[in-house]
């Protein structure tokens, strides 16, 4: 990389308000302590005075593309609406930065794969925000699949039980939004707040390269008046041959932090990824996380350093993501008819059949099945 011109990387924060918040108040922290120069903030909305105290001597602009053609930093980190980040992730890397994008990196298949080969022509280094795969427990469940203590893998599952009030479904235009003024969104339970879950389930089985997934089949459904679904279950054939099941809703008055659960043929591990926390047959820990900004700086300072979430990795997860994207509207299904709902999202995770299959009368979704096309050739 090349330095700033004061000796650290120069960082320009792409979306301030909502999310970007706290990236600002992480990037704040990080120039203070002389790992980055922050020198610019680009949101059309102004910044709020704390927001101002945050941002420093670093330039406001409304116009990104305005901002870092001026500033030319060294890294863009993108916090912005989902159907804006691959226009948004284009112009950094085409400007020479590096990118920490937010996640999902793309509402869709072709957004994603214009931005794969933007950054594998670029050379910059692009890295999703899928904060949990900081966390050493991922690691280490990892490490002790490798290392057998699960036995053989039979089936992961992942539970979601969290609840969204009318508030968050409408704190914004795109919240909600299967597509808005034409272009795809893509927002919903599955892509959107329980995309961690579903990415953690995707990589701890290592099906990666550039068709990691068979199959996808799901089925998704509706509480509010937003058009994307609130509750789903999905069933992923990787191309490992592992089932991975999800079931996840918006619509649980008494939430549950989400779960990922990797069934072997010797014992069941437990991965909370939210809290860092894993049990497993080898024993119950809690674990560190290395934050994304930071663990991008030290790849870019030594490459020996693994980037921890590398764009093309997040393929799997822009697959089912697609499938999503491609399924029928979800189904409208009366929020006091969800009964039962925790124990059947626990079935989903744990027998592997969609919530359509566990014969209660609300899910009636049609089958959705959906198979990723052959990758683009390579060379
Ligand atoms: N990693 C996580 O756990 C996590 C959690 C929440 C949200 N997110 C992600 O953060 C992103 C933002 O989500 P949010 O809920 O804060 O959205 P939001 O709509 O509340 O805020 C988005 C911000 O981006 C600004 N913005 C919109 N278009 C812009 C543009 N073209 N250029 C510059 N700024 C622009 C908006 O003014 C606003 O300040 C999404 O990708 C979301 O998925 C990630």
Redesign the pocket.
Known sequence: MTPGRAGQPSVVL????????GHLERLACLHAAGRLRLIGV????PLDAAQRALAGAAVHHR??AALIATVEPDLVVI????H??VD?ALLALRAGAHVLL???PAPTLDGFTRLLAAQRDTGRVCQV???AFGSAAVGELARQIRAGVLGQVRHIGVTGLWWRDDGYWS?????GRRWLDGRPVNDGALT??F??GVALALRLDGSGGDQPIGEVELDTYRTRAAEAHDTASARVRTALGTPVTVAVTLCAPEPVEPVVEVFGSAGTAVLRYTEDRLCTPAGDSTHPRTDLVENLLDHLADPEVPLLVPLADTLAFTQVAEAVHRSPAPVAVAQDSLADLPALTRRVATTGRLYRELGVGWARAEAYRWTPPPPPPTG
């Open positions: 792409v979306g301030a308000h909502g999310y970007g918040r680009a949101d059309p909305r116009d990104p916090a912005t609406p989902v804006t980040h948004l937010e996640k999902p925000g899928f904060q704190r914004s235009a795109w919240a959107n707040p995309a961690h």
